[in-house]
């Protein structure tokens, strides 16, 4: 098993951050999916304030420059991205 890490911002609006609070909530089945079929066994996604911290762990055979592509293969995946971004925020 390999994890990894990832720390975003939501963008500091609290309508912004109930919204994304719930898309995950209702987080889209394909979406669920395709996380899966490229090897991700578990995520979690820890928000305190408007910072977000993503843990993610994978089968060993994971490749994070070869896998995390992939995903964009599946058009729900890049709506659910495009959504996402959009309430996001890069850490400075």
Request: aromatic letters at 10%; a neutral charge.
């Given at each position: 098993?390999?994890?990894?890490?990832l720390t975003l911002l939501?963008?500091?609006?609290?309508?912004?951050?109930?919204?994304?609070?719930?898309?995950?909530?209702?987080?889209?089945?394909?979406?669920?999916?395709?996380?899966?079929?490229?090897?991700?066994?578990?995520?979690?996604?820890?928000?305190?304030?408007?910072?977000?911290?993503?843990?993610?762990?994978?089968?060993d055979g994971f490749d994070?420059?070869?896998?995390?592509?992939?995903?964009?293969?599946?058009?729900?995946?890049?709506?659910?991205?495009?959504?996402?971004?959009?309430?996001?925020?890069?850490?400075?």
């Amino acid at each position: 098993m390999r994890t990894y890490g990832l720390t975003l911002l939501l963008k500091d609006d609290a309508d912004v951050i109930n919204r994304y609070k719930r898309h995950h909530r209702e987080a889209w089945p394909e979406v669920i999916g395709r996380l899966k079929e490229i090897g991700i066994t578990e995520m979690k996604i820890y928000l305190i304030g408007r910072r977000l911290f993503m843990f993610m762990e994978a089968v060993d055979g994971f490749d994070p420059t070869r896998d995390f592509p992939r995903l964009s293969e599946l058009a729900r995946y890049r709506e659910w991205d495009e959504l996402m971004s959009s309430m996001q925020e890069r850490v400075p």
